[in-house]
């Protein structure tokens, strides 16, 4: 029997000793934006940090944002929200008593996050969390704006998700005003009527004006790129217009690394046939924002990345992640060894009109699951 259990010991070693490299989740370094995943500079930190610490200072309020790589760095998890729900009581976030903490957790590799909501919100917030994500957060993560999205939430979120304890605004009663008396003029031209609307609506709502423009550029820019994919093509042998073909028949005239690229989503092919003389033209679109890049061997956008952490960084040393390659068309792997920063130890309130440091440590809250998850 001693025989046996020295043999069973030392063959869960190897597993032991793998379990012990891993955490359940972070340990955090402030009570703000804890940057795990590294993808924020300091000045776009600086503006989350000083969001969280007005709602701090101004509403007693307790939100933290988090960035990590992946959930696969640390002990398993089901999902994104079994993650978040740990993390959030290991922590502690928010208030005890009201149980109003909020966490923006964002998983870059994984490509998920998760507004985690204290348990003193009521179930209808999860609503307004879900809203939040799917207008403020993910357009902007789409376009590749990391911080502008996490920026925007956090404000959002702050602004739009409300506690029990949370003071209503006070009404006022609307006063009786008597009709004006109207006062007849010459109409002003249409044009000029059009242009001072304009600036008027500029005037009073800059922010929404500069969003509207981004948004009509964001549009023009899908709009001539859909133009230019799907405009009508010459033969360049013959002259003549050509066919584009659909989905189904395209496959036959695209190699084995043109499908794997269409599979994994890392490139759209187009492909244009000549009724004429029979020439057909194969043109390769990349996707916007893959996460694959071209192979080193054999050139097709099928290279992808996995990234698994060692030993994680701390306040006194630095971690070692390994990353491994691997190229879903020809199979090549090969795989390396990065080092991770160390965690460094900052108030992050600078950002906040030289106010007061954070708190050193979270109100010991804790949630029962609440929230809204997304992905993009």
């Not at 204290?118 to 994500?133: E, F, K, T």
């Not at 993910?138 to 949370?166: N, V, Y």
Request: glycine letters at 8%; a neutral charge; aromatic letters at 8%.
């Amino acid at each position: 029997m001693l025989r046996f259990l020295f043999v069973l010991v030392m063959a869960l070693l190897p597993t032991i000793a793998q379990a012990q490299e891993k955490l359940p989740y972070p340990q955090y370094y402030t009570t703000l934006t804890n940057d795990f995943a590294d993808i924020l500079a300091p000045e776009a930190e600086a503006q989350i940090n000083a969001v969280l610490q007005q709602a701090r200072e101004t509403r007693g309020r307790e939100m933290t944002v988090v960035t990590i790589r992946s959930r696969k760095d640390y002990l398993p998890s089901d999902s994104i929200e079994s993650f978040a729900k740990d993390l959030f009581n290991g922590w502690g976030i928010g208030n005890a008593t009201r149980n109003d903490g909020i966490l923006l957790l964002v998983a870059m590799d994984d490509r998920e996050m998760r507004i985690a909501l204290g348990a003193g919100y009521p179930a209808r917030q999860d609503g307004i969390a879900a809203r939040v994500i799917q207008t403020e957060i993910i357009p902007a993560f789409k376009e590749g704006r990391i911080a502008d999205g996490i920026l925007a939430g956090t404000s959002a979120a702050l602004a739009r998700i409300q506690h029990p304890d949370d003071v209503p605004a006070v009404e006022t009663t609307p006063q009786i005003a008597t009709a004006p008396r109207i006062i007849e003029q010459a109409p002003e031209p249409r044009s000029a009527g059009i242009g001072a609307r304009i600036m008027e609506f500029i005037n009073r709502s800059p922010i929404l004006a500069l969003m509207l423009a981004a948004l009509a550029a964001v549009a023009g820019f899908f709009g001539l790129r859909g133009i230019k994919r799907y405009r009508p093509r010459k033969c360049p042998q013959c002259g003549q217009m050509m066919l584009r073909l659909g989905d189904a028949q395209e496959d036959q005239y695209l190699d084995h690394g043109q499908l794997v690229e269409e599979r994994i989503k890392s490139k759209d092919y187009g492909v244009w046939f000549c009724t004429n003389d029979e020439h057909v033209t194969v043109i390769g679109y990349p996707t916007l924002f893959s996460k694959s890049k071209a192979c080193p061997e054999c050139g097709y956008h099928t290279y992808e990345t996995q990234r698994f952490v060692r030993s994680p960084a701390t306040t006194t040393s630095t971690g070692v992640a390994q990353l491994d390659h691997s190229c879903a068309h020809c199979k090549h792997t090969t795989s390396e060894t990065v080092s991770i920063p160390m965690v460094t130890q900052s108030d992050n309130s600078s950002g906040f009109g030289g106010s007061s440091s954070s708190s050193s440590s979270f109100g010991g809250g804790s949630s029962s699951g609440g929230g809204a998850s997304g992905s993009w």
